[in-house]
T-cell receptor
Framework: NAGVTQTPKFRVLKTGQSMTLLCAQDMNHEYMYWYRQDPGMGLRLIHYSVGEGTTAKGEVPDGYNVSRLKKQNFLLGLESAAPSQTSVYFC???????????FGSGTRLTVV | EDKVVQSPLSLVVHEGDTVTLNCSYEVTNFRSLLWYKQEKKAPTFLFMLTSSGIEKKSGRLSSILDKKELSSILNITATQTGDSAIYLCAPIQGAQKLVFGQGTRLTINP
Protein backbone atom coordinates (compact mmCIF):
# COMPACT_ATOMS: atom_id res chain seq x y z
CA ASN A 1 0.00 0.00 0.00
CA ALA A 2 1.21 3.49 -0.84
CA GLY A 3 1.98 5.65 2.12
CA VAL A 4 4.52 6.66 4.72
CA THR A 5 6.56 3.97 6.44
CA GLN A 6 8.51 4.57 9.63
CA THR A 7 11.17 2.27 11.03
CA PRO A 8 11.63 1.16 13.70
CA LYS A 9 8.24 1.12 15.42
CA PHE A 10 9.66 0.83 18.92
CA ARG A 11 13.10 1.42 20.39
CA VAL A 12 14.67 1.69 23.82
CA LEU A 13 17.92 3.61 24.07
CA LYS A 14 20.31 4.29 26.88
CA THR A 15 21.25 7.89 27.62
CA GLY A 16 24.07 8.96 25.34
CA GLN A 17 23.43 6.39 22.62
CA SER A 18 22.74 7.45 19.07
CA MET A 19 20.17 6.25 16.57
CA THR A 20 18.50 7.09 13.30
CA LEU A 21 14.80 6.96 12.54
CA LEU A 22 13.88 6.34 8.93
CA CYS A 23 10.85 7.71 7.13
CA ALA A 24 10.12 6.49 3.61
CA GLN A 25 7.30 7.58 1.30
CA ASP A 26 6.37 6.24 -2.11
CA MET A 27 3.98 8.99 -3.21
CA ASN A 28 6.60 11.24 -4.83
CA HIS A 29 5.89 13.94 -2.24
CA GLU A 30 8.19 16.94 -2.11
CA TYR A 31 7.62 17.94 1.50
CA MET A 32 8.44 15.79 4.50
CA TYR A 33 8.22 16.47 8.22
CA TRP A 34 9.28 15.04 11.56
CA TYR A 35 7.04 15.68 14.57
CA ARG A 36 7.20 14.53 18.16
CA GLN A 37 4.19 13.98 20.41
CA ASP A 38 4.36 13.98 24.18
CA PRO A 39 1.53 13.11 26.59
CA GLY A 40 -1.12 15.82 26.76
CA MET A 41 0.40 17.71 23.90
CA GLY A 42 -0.21 17.97 20.22
CA LEU A 43 2.43 17.29 17.62
CA ARG A 44 5.44 19.61 17.62
CA LEU A 45 7.55 20.08 14.51
CA ILE A 46 11.20 19.07 14.83
CA HIS A 47 12.57 19.49 11.29
CA TYR A 48 11.15 19.52 7.82
CA SER A 49 12.23 19.37 4.20
CA VAL A 50 10.72 21.01 1.13
CA GLY A 51 12.64 18.91 -1.34
CA GLU A 52 15.56 16.58 -1.88
CA GLY A 53 18.73 17.99 -0.37
CA THR A 54 16.94 20.62 1.74
CA THR A 55 16.19 20.72 5.45
CA ALA A 56 14.91 23.37 7.85
CA LYS A 57 14.39 23.69 11.59
CA GLY A 58 11.00 23.47 13.16
CA GLU A 59 9.76 24.39 16.61
CA VAL A 60 11.90 21.94 18.67
CA PRO A 61 15.06 21.10 16.66
CA ASP A 62 17.64 20.93 19.46
CA GLY A 63 19.27 17.53 19.90
CA TYR A 64 18.18 16.28 16.47
CA ASN A 65 19.66 16.28 12.99
CA VAL A 66 18.05 15.34 9.69
CA SER A 67 19.02 14.47 6.15
CA ARG A 68 17.10 14.20 2.88
CA LEU A 69 19.60 12.70 0.45
CA LYS A 70 16.85 10.99 -1.57
CA LYS A 71 13.43 12.42 -2.26
CA GLN A 72 11.63 9.42 -0.80
CA ASN A 73 13.57 9.24 2.47
CA PHE A 74 13.81 11.58 5.44
CA LEU A 75 16.11 10.54 8.27
CA LEU A 76 15.98 11.81 11.84
CA GLY A 77 19.10 11.36 13.94
CA LEU A 78 19.71 11.56 17.65
CA GLU A 79 23.44 11.93 18.25
CA SER A 80 23.38 11.59 22.04
CA ALA A 81 19.98 10.55 23.33
CA ALA A 82 18.57 12.14 26.47
CA PRO A 83 15.55 11.09 28.59
CA SER A 84 13.80 14.30 27.45
CA GLN A 85 13.70 12.80 23.96
CA THR A 86 11.41 10.00 25.11
CA SER A 87 8.41 10.52 22.88
CA VAL A 88 6.39 9.24 19.96
CA TYR A 89 7.81 10.42 16.65
CA PHE A 90 5.65 10.88 13.57
CA CYS A 91 6.77 11.46 10.05
CA UNK A 92 4.49 13.10 7.50
CA UNK A 93 4.67 13.95 3.83
CA UNK A 94 2.70 16.09 1.41
CA UNK A 95 2.86 17.11 -2.21
CA UNK A 96 3.49 20.80 -1.64
CA UNK A 97 2.53 21.55 1.95
CA UNK A 98 -0.90 22.92 1.10
CA UNK A 99 -3.01 19.79 1.53
CA UNK A 100 -3.00 16.00 1.74
CA UNK A 101 -0.69 15.40 4.67
CA UNK A 102 -0.05 11.65 5.10
CA PHE A 103 1.29 10.42 8.42
CA GLY A 104 3.35 7.37 9.27
CA SER A 105 2.26 5.07 12.09
CA GLY A 106 4.82 6.46 14.52
CA THR A 107 7.95 5.37 16.38
CA ARG A 108 7.77 5.04 20.14
CA LEU A 109 11.18 5.90 21.56
CA THR A 110 12.14 5.49 25.19
CA VAL A 111 15.45 6.82 26.51
CA VAL A 112 16.50 5.40 29.88
CA GLU B 1 5.04 33.05 17.28
CA ASP B 2 2.44 30.67 15.88
CA LYS B 3 -0.13 29.56 18.44
CA VAL B 4 -3.04 27.15 18.38
CA VAL B 5 -5.32 26.65 21.38
CA GLN B 6 -7.96 23.96 21.61
CA SER B 7 -10.73 23.73 24.16
CA PRO B 8 -11.75 21.92 26.12
CA LEU B 9 -8.63 19.84 26.68
CA SER B 10 -10.72 16.95 27.89
CA LEU B 11 -14.39 16.10 27.57
CA VAL B 12 -16.43 13.15 28.84
CA VAL B 13 -19.98 12.67 27.59
CA HIS B 14 -22.57 9.93 27.24
CA GLU B 15 -23.30 8.12 24.05
CA GLY B 16 -25.86 10.03 22.02
CA ASP B 17 -24.78 13.46 23.22
CA THR B 18 -23.68 16.24 20.87
CA VAL B 19 -20.27 17.81 21.37
CA THR B 20 -18.56 20.94 20.09
CA LEU B 21 -14.80 21.20 20.05
CA ASN B 22 -13.10 24.57 19.65
CA CYS B 23 -9.89 25.70 18.02
CA SER B 24 -8.45 29.21 17.95
CA TYR B 25 -5.29 30.08 16.10
CA GLU B 26 -2.72 32.75 15.42
CA VAL B 27 -0.38 31.70 12.63
CA THR B 28 1.70 33.57 10.11
CA ASN B 29 0.15 33.70 6.63
CA PHE B 30 -2.73 31.36 7.40
CA ARG B 31 -3.71 29.16 4.48
CA SER B 32 -6.09 26.44 5.63
CA LEU B 33 -7.04 24.53 8.74
CA LEU B 34 -7.11 20.77 9.13
CA TRP B 35 -8.89 18.61 11.68
CA TYR B 36 -7.58 15.18 12.59
CA LYS B 37 -8.79 12.29 14.73
CA GLN B 38 -6.14 10.35 16.61
CA GLU B 39 -6.84 7.05 18.23
CA LYS B 40 -3.95 4.80 19.10
CA LYS B 41 -1.61 5.65 16.29
CA ALA B 42 -1.23 8.24 13.56
CA PRO B 43 -3.68 11.11 13.10
CA THR B 44 -6.32 10.45 10.49
CA PHE B 45 -7.67 13.27 8.35
CA LEU B 46 -11.19 14.58 8.93
CA PHE B 47 -11.61 17.98 7.28
CA MET B 48 -9.77 20.71 5.48
CA LEU B 49 -11.25 24.22 5.80
CA THR B 50 -10.13 27.08 3.64
CA SER B 51 -13.08 29.42 3.29
CA SER B 52 -14.91 31.14 6.10
CA GLY B 53 -18.50 30.19 6.81
CA ILE B 54 -18.67 27.10 4.62
CA GLU B 55 -19.58 24.02 6.63
CA LYS B 56 -17.94 20.74 5.80
CA LYS B 57 -19.90 17.62 6.73
CA SER B 58 -19.09 13.94 6.92
CA GLY B 59 -21.80 11.84 8.47
CA ARG B 60 -22.29 12.94 12.07
CA LEU B 61 -19.24 15.23 11.98
CA SER B 62 -19.20 18.78 10.74
CA SER B 63 -16.81 21.67 10.92
CA ILE B 64 -16.71 25.35 10.06
CA LEU B 65 -14.06 28.05 9.92
CA ASP B 66 -14.38 31.67 11.01
CA LYS B 67 -11.44 33.62 9.61
CA LYS B 68 -12.57 36.86 11.21
CA GLU B 69 -12.50 35.27 14.66
CA LEU B 70 -9.46 33.11 13.83
CA SER B 71 -11.29 30.03 14.99
CA SER B 72 -12.91 26.79 13.99
CA ILE B 73 -15.33 24.35 15.58
CA LEU B 74 -15.83 20.64 15.14
CA ASN B 75 -19.27 19.25 15.93
CA ILE B 76 -20.13 15.63 16.51
CA THR B 77 -23.80 14.71 16.83
CA ALA B 78 -25.27 11.48 18.24
CA THR B 79 -21.87 10.48 19.59
CA GLN B 80 -20.82 6.83 19.67
CA THR B 81 -18.14 5.06 21.69
CA GLY B 82 -16.08 4.82 18.52
CA ASP B 83 -15.80 8.61 18.52
CA SER B 84 -13.57 8.41 21.60
CA ALA B 85 -10.22 9.82 20.51
CA ILE B 86 -8.00 12.86 20.59
CA TYR B 87 -9.11 15.51 18.11
CA LEU B 88 -6.39 17.72 16.73
CA CYS B 89 -6.70 21.05 15.02
CA ALA B 90 -3.84 22.16 12.75
CA PRO B 91 -3.69 25.35 10.70
CA ILE B 92 -1.35 25.34 7.71
CA GLN B 93 1.09 28.18 8.15
CA GLY B 94 2.57 30.20 5.29
CA ALA B 95 5.79 28.22 5.13
CA GLN B 96 3.70 25.16 4.39
CA LYS B 97 3.82 23.65 7.85
CA LEU B 98 1.13 22.24 10.08
CA VAL B 99 0.97 23.86 13.52
CA PHE B 100 -0.89 21.62 15.95
CA GLY B 101 -2.97 22.46 18.99
CA GLN B 102 -2.73 20.37 22.16
CA GLY B 103 -5.74 18.35 21.17
CA THR B 104 -9.06 17.62 22.85
CA ARG B 105 -9.37 14.20 24.44
CA LEU B 106 -12.96 13.08 23.94
CA THR B 107 -14.34 10.13 25.88
CA ILE B 108 -17.77 8.73 25.08
CA ASN B 109 -19.28 6.56 27.80
CA PRO B 110 -21.93 3.98 26.90
Amino acid sequence: NAGVTQTPKFRVLKTGQSMTLLCAQDMNHEYMYWYRQDPGMGLRLIHYSVGEGTTAKGEVPDGYNVSRLKKQNFLLGLESAAPSQTSVYFCASTVDGSYGYTFGSGTRLTVV
Amino acid sequence: EDKVVQSPLSLVVHEGDTVTLNCSYEVTNFRSLLWYKQEKKAPTFLFMLTSSGIEKKSGRLSSILDKKELSSILNITATQTGDSAIYLCAPIQGAQKLVFGQGTRLTINP
